[in-house]
């Protein structure tokens, strides 16, 4: 193959979204032959979905090639459409709704993700659901690493009337936990909501500090924290796996949030995270306002997956 052509073939693998890519293969000759099968597989590993996934859903395929009669091409998308709901529900948890929960009071979130994910951003939105549903609360500037980290929060608190705790830049994260909490006892808060930071000196140094964080939590108040939050970007790729398995290891996250929705997104890396990691998507960010934010629709999501808009 002359160089040009393989060029512009290289290209043409870099670019296409899931959904063009599906749109293609289905343009090709009526038979789902071994052919087929490996460039779906090709194509589902490029969008992210991982070997479990993929693998899971050529089973659906193949199983249902073998079974019927005149199986056209045209019904690939939406068995990958299918396949992809299914496992984001196999994982019980995900939600539609937008929170507050009612108890127990307070209920303490803790926010985890690398830096720049929009960890900050989406506290400010889950703040502004918790206001609106009439909860009083308190946000804890525990991300003491990052300069100006701790005012961005308070930026936040004002807009969604909730009172922030901090200290120092620079001053011991869990120190600022122990006494936010203590604060929130106190006070009788109903919401808690820690940020935490994205980066430190190194990712072990990072681990160490959540899981110290995340001890203090429970010796303040026990069964404390009642959820941690990872927060995702959608238009990370593969990295965000690691990430999540991490974070998962260190502090035991029990939901994700996936933001950055509104862009470029590709995240069909969340579908492989759920699969693996069995944690459930709860909310989804959509936009940098505090009002951008909702449940996490199944369908909706395989939809813009597959066709490329939801
Ligand atoms: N378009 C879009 N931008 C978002 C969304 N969520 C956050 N952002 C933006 O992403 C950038 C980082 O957001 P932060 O909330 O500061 O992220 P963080 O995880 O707290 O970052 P660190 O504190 O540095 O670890 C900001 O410019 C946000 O406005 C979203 O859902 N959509
Ligand atoms: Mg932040």
Redesign the pocket.
């Known amino acids: 193959m002359g160089w040009f052509k393989k060029l512009g073939e290289e290209l043409t693998k870099d670019r296409g979204t899931l959904a063009d890519n599906l749109n293609r293969l289905m343009l090709g000759t009526q038979k789902i032959d071994d052919d087929m099968i490996e460039e779906l597989e090709e194509i589902l590993i490029q969008a992210d979905l991982g070997v479990s996934v993929t693998n899971r859903i050529l089973e659906r395929i193949q199983e249902k090639n073998t079974l019927t009669s005149g199986f056209e091409r045209s019904e690939v998308k939406g068995l990958v459409r299918a396949g992809i709901i299914d496992i984001l529900k196999l994982c019980r948890g995900y939600t539609d709704v937008v929170p507050p929960p009612a108890t127990p009071s307070p209920y303490v979130y803790m926010m985890v993700?690398?830096?720049?994910?929009?960890?900050?951003?989406?506290i400010a939105k889950l703040a502004h659901c918790a206001n609106q549903g009439g909860k009083s609360v308190l946000l804890v500037a525990a991300?003491t690493f990052?300069a100006a980290?701790i005012e961005?929060l308070e930026i936040w608190g004002g807009r969604t009337n909730a009172d922030v705790i901090r200290h120092r830049q620079g001053s011991d994260p869990s120190a600022v936990v122990h006494d936010g909490l203590t604060a929130a006892k106190n006070r009788k808060s109903d919401v808690v909501i820690i940020?935490t930071?994205?980066?430190l000196q190194t990712q072990h140094n990072l681990m160490t500090e959540l899981e110290k964080m995340h001890r203090v939590m429970a010796k303040v108040l026990p069964g404390t924290p009642h959820e941690v939050l990872l927060?995702l970007d959608a238009t990370t790729g593969q990295n965000a796996l690691s990430q999540a398995r991490l974070f998962k290891q260190a502090v035991g996250v029990t939901g994700i949030v996936l933001?950055?929705?509104?862009?470029t997104a590709k995240g069909g890396i969340v579908v492989a995270i759920v699969e693996e990691l069995n944690v459930p998507v709860k909310w989804v960010?959509?936009?940098?306002g505090h009002t951008?934010f909702s449940g996490f629709n199944v369908e909706e999501f395989a939809d813009s997956l597959v066709e490329g808009h939801s």
């Open positions: 993700g690398v830096n720049g994910v929009g960890k900050t951003t989406t991300d990052r980290a961005q940020d930071a994205g980066r927060v933001t950055k929705l509104d862009g960010g959509s936009g940098e951008d």
